[in-house]
């Protein structure tokens, strides 16, 4: 059964999901400091089941269609978006120019890696 998106946006929507769960799995307990340090591995497992089951998938769709080096800047350029929104609405910190400007070359970095040279 085929999927009615091409496999650009079916992978690109896939690793934003997972990552959403990923960036709770690695952060989410940062606000709960006082919860034992097992809890919070236990807790960060069952979520990061979910990511693999988002993630695997999105890779196996989209190798073909990108390449190894391009699924993985994909991955990250949407992993630091997700973190970029999460530490400012989740963990309340503030966003910096620093932290744009950084974001900025990674995006220009992406840009090198898509180009055909």
Do not use: D
């Not at 769709?61 to 970029?84: D, P, R």
């Amino acid at each position: 059964m085929s999927s009615p998106l091409p496999p650009s946006l079916m992978t690109i929507g896939l690793l934003l999901c997972s990552n959403l769960f990923m960036t709770f799995a690695w952060y989410g307990h940062l606000k709960y400091r006082s919860t034992s340090l097992f809890i919070v591995i236990l807790i960060s497992w069952g979520i990061a089941f979910f990511e693999y089951c988002l993630q695997v998938p999105a890779n196996r769709i989209g190798y073909g269609y990108f390449n190894a080096a391009e699924l993985k800047t994909i991955q990250e350029i949407i992993s630091l978006s997700v973190f970029l929104v999460f530490a400012v609405l989740y963990l309340g910190e503030p966003l910096k120019w620093n932290y744009i400007a950084g974001f900025a070359m990674m995006v220009a970095a992406t840009f090198i890696i898509f180009k055909e040279w």
